[in-house]
């Protein structure tokens, strides 16, 4: 475990490896722990990086700020306070946001970029995360925090239900997941998604000149599948890497085949 400080608070991060660096980056609701495997098979040949956005995993949740655009600024601290000139990004659902956000906004720091089941634009989320988007929820939750610990641990017994649905091995998303959304604050939980729900990378992704893959699940049912043909449309030179058996976590469903994907194109591009 190592921890990292920056201006708006602490940052969790797990380092394995030797090599050229590679940052992993979670998604809604995730942390670190969504790479155990990806840091164990990258870390024979990269200096593997995955982090916890402020407010998730065991990073703190001192931030006034959980806002997707506020996370692309972490990610610059992150490199900056390690000494990482340069490195590939590889982002799950709002990390992969995060990602190209990134290579937009700080290209000279960028190699290259892996996004995997990522929305493009915010509409393409699920109903149920759209609904967990809704600021009047926040507000909510905000002024009268036993109705947020209510919600919360009603939430929870739901997803691990539908971590069934989410991945193959159900049983060991949801445990994964019933211990990332217990460190949840309002802030990290409301903020995040709202922000993320109101993206639209569109209009600037033609500024991203370096290699770009998207991974989508066909099965995905959090972040619709077609947002690979929105990353190819807007992104010409970008590689799609399409995963019939897999939904919104094909490091799960397809783990062997989802590894050497990842390892070719940091490899070749």
Same mark, same amino acid.
Do not use: C
């Given at each position: 475990m190592a921890t990292l400080v920056t201006e708006q608070g602490i940052v969790h991060y797990e380092t394995y490896g030797r090599g050229r660096p590679v940052l992993l980056l979670h998604g809604w609701l995730g942390?670190?722990?969504?790479?155990?495997? +990806?840091?164990?098979? *990258?870390?024979?040949?990269?200096? +593997?990086?995955?982090?916890?956005?402020?407010? &998730?995993?065991?990073?703190?949740?001192?931030? +006034? @700020? &959980?806002?997707? @655009? @506020? &996370?692309?600024?972490?990610?610059?601290? &992150?490199?900056?306070?390690?000494?990482?000139?340069?490195?590939? *990004?590889?982002?799950?659902?709002?990390?992969?946001?995060?990602?190209?956000?990134a290579a937009i906004r700080f290209p000279e720091k960028v190699v290259k970029t892996i996004v995997v089941g990522s929305p493009i634009v915010g509409s393409s989320l699920s109903p149920l995360l759209k609904m967990a988007s809704y600021q009047g929820g926040f507000k909510l939750a905000q002024s009268a925090p036993i109705i947020y610990r209510t919600f919360m641990y009603g939430f929870t017994l739901f997803l691990r239900g539908y971590s069934y649905i989410m991945a193959r091995d159900g049983k060991t998303l949801g445990k994964m997941i019933t211990a990332d959304v217990s460190n949840l604050t309002v802030g990290p939980f409301f903020e995040s998604i709202g922000t993320l729900r109101n993206t639209d990378l569109r209009p600037r992704l033609n500024e991203i000149k370096m290699p770009v893959m998207g991974i989508y699940g066909k099965k995905d049912v959090i972040v619709n599948p077609n947002q690979s043909k929105v990353l190819k449309e807007y992104l010409p030179h970008s590689k799609i890497a399409w995963f019939e058996n897999s939904g919104h976590f094909p490091m799960m469903d397809e783990s062997e085949r989802f590894h050497e994907t990842l390892r070719d194109f940091l490899h070749n591009g």
């Open positions: 942390s670190w722990s969504l790479w155990r495997k +990806t840091i164990e098979v *990258l870390g024979k040949e990269f200096r +593997t990086y995955a982090l916890d956005f402020w407010g &998730f995993g065991e990073s703190a949740d001192k931030a +006034t @700020n &959980f806002s997707v @655009n @506020n &996370f692309v600024m972490l990610v610059d601290q &992150f490199m900056d306070r390690l000494g990482i000139v340069k490195a590939p *990004l590889v982002g799950h659902s709002m990390g992969g946001t995060v990602s190209l956000s």
